[in-house]
Structures are given as C-alpha cells and as structure tokens.
C-alpha cells in the first residue's frame, strides 16, 4: 500500500534505505520489518515501553542526541542510521557500562549459551573494559522454589517487573533503593504467587531468574529439542521438549499466536519431573491377590481368560484426561467388535453432548477473545483451570472496553470483575434480564459465556448447559461470524473423545452407569485407559484392565497392568479446548517394556480374535477421519454448527465451584512430581490451610 493511499502509513528513510510502515510503530520496528537487527535488552514485544537499557541507540538525523529507538515512534520523514562508526561506539559504551557490575560467571551460569547479554556482547561489546572498581555485590531473593536468583548479574531490564505486572497481574515484584543501590525484588520476602511465574525465566535476558528445578542439570548444546504440544490442561499449548538422552529435563514454550502466544504455565514446564517417577515400566498380572510381573504375552493370556465366554455387552471402557485421540479410536473399535459399547471419556462432566460440537468447544477460539466486548464467567476460576487462557482474557481487560462478571467461586483472577453471586439463581436472573451485568451484555456487540466443568460436572448440569444456552441465544451471543458461547474444558482428552465418539450410544452405560454396574455385579470387566480421576474404591469387586504410564490411582485396583507411553514419549493426536487439532511428537522413548497406547491395544485385538483394521499410524488416523471430518486438517479451527443441546428442568440450589481443587496436583504426571509437591505444600497447603484460594 503506498502513502497516497492511506493515512495510516508512514514513510521514513533507514541506513538510505526507503520504508513504509504502519502509523504508531517504533523505530526498531521499523529496523525490524526490513531485517536489520537492533540489540536490546529492556525491550520485549509483549511488554510496555521502558527504554532504561539504552542498547538500540540510533542516529537521527537533525537530532542533538543518540535516540532510543524501542521508545521512538517512527514518523514521516525521519532519516535513521543504525550502523554508523558512532552508532557502534554507542553500544559498546553502553555494554561496557552493563559490564561494570556483571559477575562473568559464564561457566557456572544456567543461562550460558542461551544468554542474550552473552550473545550481544560478541556481537556489539568492547574487547576491554576501562573500569577497575570492585563489582557491587546483590543478595539473591527468594521468589519460591521454581525461581533460582543470582541477582548480582540483574542489569535492571526490568522485563520481569513489567511481566508480573501486566501479564501475570500480580504487582509482587519492584524495584527498591536509587542508583548504585537499585535493587529489584519481592519488597518482603515471598515466593511468587503466580501460575505463571515460570515464564520470568524465559524473559530474563541475563542469568539473574533461572528455573530452580533445572538448574546445574544441563547445558543448551548437549540435549535434543522436540516441538510438540502440551496436555496438562485442555489449552493445547505449543512447547518444546528439551530431552538428553532418555530423559526430559525441561519444557519451554514455542510461540503459537492462536493459542498461547509465548507462555506456559508452569505446571505445564515444571511438572516433566514427574515423568521419570512412579514409571509402570512393564506389564502386571494379579496372582493371589498381588500384582506380580509378567511378560506382554502373559497379560494378554490373562485379559482373554476373563473375557472367554463372557457376554460382551458387559465389559465397559473409560478413557482418562491425558489419553490420546489414537488409542481412544482403538479402544472404541475394539470394544464394538466385542460387542459393547459402555464407554466414557467425560467423566462427570456426562451432560456434554457429543451430538453437538458446539456445545463443548471453546467456539470464541482463543485467539478471540480478544474481539469480545463482554465476558460472563458461569462456575470456573480460569486462573487456575486454564492461567495462560486467563491471562489472554487480562490482556483483553487492559485493552479496554471489556466488562467481566463472574457467577460462581468469588476469587482474584487478576483483573477487575464483578461477582453476581455463587449459585443457579443468579444465572437465572442473567437469563431473564434482571440486574445490571444483564443491560451489559444487551448492550454488548460481540459477548461472550464461558461455562467451565464445575457448573458441568454437577447432577443438574445438563439443565445449566441449556439456561447458558438460553442466555447465549437471548443476548445475542450466536449470530453469523461470531459464537460466544464457550466450555472451558480441563482435560487434554476430552474434546477428542467427544469428537472420535467415545461416549456411550443410546441404551448403553456411560460413566456414572458404569461405575454403578460394576459395583453391583452388572459389568464384569472395566477396561482404565489412563483413567485415574475418580472413585476407585467402587472397581474392587470387578476385573479391572488398566493401561496407562504411572502407578497411579487406576493401577492400585487393577488386575492387569499395560505398560503405557507418556504424552513425550508418542506421536498422537489431542483436541484442545477450542477444538484445534493437534500433533504431539516424541521426544524420548517410553521406559523398559511400555508402548505407545493404540499399538497395545491392536496387538491385543489379535490375541481376542478380534483383530483391528490397521496396522500403522496413518491407517488408524485415517479410521479417525472416516469417524470425524475434524481430524482430516491439523491446526485448524472449524466453527461448529450451532443446534440445540441440554435438558430443560430445574436447578439444585448448590453454589458452583471450580472442579479443579489443587492446580499443582491435577493428574498422574503432576501427582508424581517432586516439584510440584513443593509448589503445593507452598502455594496451598501453607498459604491456604489445605484448601483452594486464589493461587489454586
């Protein structure tokens, strides 16, 4: 587009070089959009302007001074040079002065290799240096047992001020003292009370916050780095998968602008741990009354002993939060073929119909949200359910004209909100236009409901899922172009499981009936895929076939144990929240005997004589396709038809709460983390007294 044409655009001159930008970008931007590099440190894209490390200096010309070009809008006319004599003598001052005061522990520095001072001094630093004072020396802050400081090599970028401030929304870190005294921390000693604190590493430029958990572990050069995606919630974020050898030593998150930009929470990056403990590394056969070891032979002998002459319409299925989309398939095919079709990957959350996508995606996607104009939050604390989902919904916040209301757990979620009240009632009076939050969203051009599994995974949740129907349809919330109605889910798995099927059809049990059956003698064999989150106790009177990764809840009452693979340890497919299809990859194999999930599941179909239609990856997700047109395009979001779902009936006059209790311990992986154990017994157990606050 050229100036003539629009208003909007801007036209400056950079190291003789004609450039056209858009109105209100700065000069580094400018510099960046035709690929020349500007070092800096304070700068980051998602932050707020600070300008106070002075590395991107430039030339203006006509200006008496050097310009900080991260601060400076670009406007028309201006003639900037980036690479002059002068230029460069600016920078190497301006890293000598950072200098001064560094340690240079280079090689006992978590940082090394990944340091972005260590980088830019090569690049733009002075030989020698003209100071020969002692060094200042920092006491290193306690920020909680995920945060390691070293802040004697802090050059005061303050990104991590800005980052719990305007990302994370929690005003806990600043600065203290004056110039040669300036120090940066907590003001009183405290750990961060963050879901997101982990991401202050990532944005440090220096060796100053380092991840505790991994800290003298490894070196950037010596491991392997995996892109794939995350399943400790239902968001999908993009992560790397830092491994050496057999083992995963970190997570980082890879950007992804459609769902978690640059951040992870920090379940997500410190719960890896847990994938080396409490490891089912071979398969489990119970030999009077104790699981003993045995061969893969051995346990598939043991299923078709039970199975023998057993009426099939008896056997029942569960998949669990974190299973993939592949094996889910499989065991959907495998239990037809015995002629059941008792299975469930909902969990409580039973009122989801799978009929209607619609009423179980998060159809605002979340890149969304960022056009919505109103929020009503209906019996979830996102913070803690979703905290990277969460901090898109505070970015919205602070763009402004954005009101939020919440019905349900009254807690901070880091942006003003006003709370309607804890039960059924006031989503009654939302639905019939009663109160103040209702003439918002009458008033509201895109407004948005976002229900999560606490309203859900109740007795009446089929009749709260057709009220928020009802309240989506009546403001407006559905129209062409834009769907606000919105479930958060909160397991991996779900959506997929929905998506593939593996739900009950009509007549048969689905998770509460197979519970029930099996305690009362009406289903003989329960197969546990990766399914740990619920009551157990009611399997021990039934033959429990359990395949999953961890000695976990489902393990302790199984009769057969499948070694199964971890998320790192497969390539398969998840379905977030919003519905997008995705591609976990493998970074290690799994440990001793364990296999990827769909490949335990064909080899025993074989054994059962009743062999499965596909022997490779891409036949099974062709099968997938075939089930669901969804899983033909990776990456992708489709808008679902909108139709009508839910019971009309009465609510219980119970207030709603969020179904996640503690946010450090929510899943097999999680549970058999050490640091988040500590994260816990810091975040909850002694800052709550047990319970679930603010924090999770």
């Known amino acids: 587009m050229r100036l003539s044409e629009s208003n909007n655009m801007t036209k400056l001159t950079i190291d003789g070089q004609e450039v056209e930008v858009e109105a ?17 440190f304070c700068y980051h894209e998602r932050l707020s302007i600070a300008g106070n490390c002075r590395m991107c200096l430039v030339e203006m010309e006509r200006a008496p001074k050097p310009i900080a070009s991260c601060a400076m809008p670009a406007s028309e006319g201006m003639v900037i040079t980036t690479n002059s004599p002068k230029v460069r003598r600016m920078r190497q001052s301006v890293m000598e ?18 340091c972005d001072l ?10 020698k240096s003209r100071y020969t004072e002692e060094k200042r020396i920092v006491e290193d802050k306690y920020m909680g047992p995920l945060i390691k400081t070293s802040m004697t090599r802090c050059i005061q970028c303050t990104r991590c001020i800005r980052f719990a401030r305007e990302i994370a929304g ?10 040669e005294h300036l120090e940066i921390g907590t003001y009183v000693e405290k750990a961060l009370t963050s879901e997101l604190s982990g991401n202050l590493v990532d944005i440090c430029p220096v060796g100053a916050l380092n991840s505790a958990p991994y800290s003298n572990k490894a070196r950037s050069w010596e491991m ?17 998968i830092d491994s050496r050898g057999n083992e995963i030593l970190r997570i980082q998150p890879r950007l992804n602008e459609d769902v978690n930009e640059e951040w992870i929470s920090d379940k997500t990056r410190y719960a890896c741990d847990g994938l080396n403990k409490r490891r089912l590394d071979q398969p489990y056969v119970k030999r009077d009354g104790k699981l003993q070891p045995a061969t893969w032979p051995e346990a598939f002998d043991a299923i078709a002993k039970q199975l023998e002459g057993k009426d099939g319409s008896k056997i029942a299925a569960l998949a669990g939060d974190q299973a993939d989309v592949e094996s889910m398939t499989a065991l959907k095919d495998l239990m037809g073929s015995l002629g059941s079709q008792n299975m469930d990957c909902r969990g409580e959350g039973w009122a989801l119909d799978a009929a209607q996508r619609a009423s179980y995606i998060f159809n605002t996607t979340i890149a969304g949200i960022e056009q919505a104009d109103a929020c009503l939050l209906v019996g979830t604390n996102p913070r803690i359910e979703a905290p990277v989902l969460n901090a898109r919904i505070r970015k919205r916040y602070l ?3 954005f009101s939020v209301a919440a019905i349900g757990p009254n807690v901070d979620l880091t942006y003003k909100h006003q709370n309607l009240g804890a039960g059924p009632q006031s989503l009654h009076e939302i639905a019939e236009g009663h109160g103040e939050f209702a003439q918002v969203l009458e008033n509201a051009e895109r407004p948005m409901l976002i229900i999560g599994m606490g309203a859900i995974e109740r007795g009446d949740g089929a009749q709260v899922l057709s009220l928020a129907r009802l309240i989506a349809e009546r403001y407006g919330m559905v129209v062409d172009g834009w769907n606000g109605f919105n479930v958060l889910q909160t397991a991996a798995a779900r959506v997929g499981g929905l998506d593939v099927g593996f739900v009950p059809q009509q007549g048969s049990l689905g998770h509460g009936g197979i519970v029930a059956g099996a305690a009362n003698g009406d289903i003989h064999t329960v197969y546990l895929l990766a399914c740990d989150d619920f009551d157990s106790a009611a399997l021990e009177n039934t033959f ?5 990764h961890h000695g976990d809840r489902g393990a302790h009452v199984a009769d057969v144990i499948l070694p199964g693979a971890a998320y790192t340890e497969k390539t398969a497919t998840y379905v977030n929240t919003e519905g997008r299809v995705q591609l976990s990859s493998r970074a290690v194999f799994p440990p001793g005997d364990a296999r990827e999930d769909w490949t335990i599941i064909r080899a025993l179909s074989d054994v059962l004589g009743k062999r499965l239609g596909y022997d490779s990856a891409p036949q ?3 099968r997938m396709a075939e089930i669901n047109p969804v899983f033909a395009a990776y990456d992708t979001v489709s808008p679902a038809a909108w139709g009508t779902f839910g019971e009309s009936g009465n609510l219980v006059d119970l207030p709603f709460t969020s179904n996640i209790e503690n946010f450090y311990m929510t899943d097999p992986i999680s549970r058999a983390s050490q640091t988040m154990a500590e994260c816990s017994d810091v975040f909850v157990t002694q800052t709550h007294g047990g319970k679930t606050g603010t924090n999770g």
């Open 170 to 179: 929690i005003p806990d870190i600043g600065t203290i003292g004056r110039g």
């Open 97 to 114: 002065f950072l200098l001064i005061n560094h340690p240079l522990d280079c090689p006992i520095c978590d940082q090394g290799g990944e």
């Open 224 to 240: 392997r780095n995996t892109e794939s995606i995350d399943v400790m919630d239902a968001l999908g974020s993009a992560i790397r």
């Open 118 to 127: 260590q980088d830019q001094s090569i690049g733009y630093g002075f030989d």
């Open 544 to 548: 429990v076939i359990y395949q999953g």
């Open 399 to 401: 763009m402004g004209g």
């Open 620 to 622: 099974l997700r062709s």
């Open 24 to 40: 209100g970008v700065s000069v580094l931007q400018a510099c960046e959009s035709i690929g020349i590099e500007i070092p800096r």
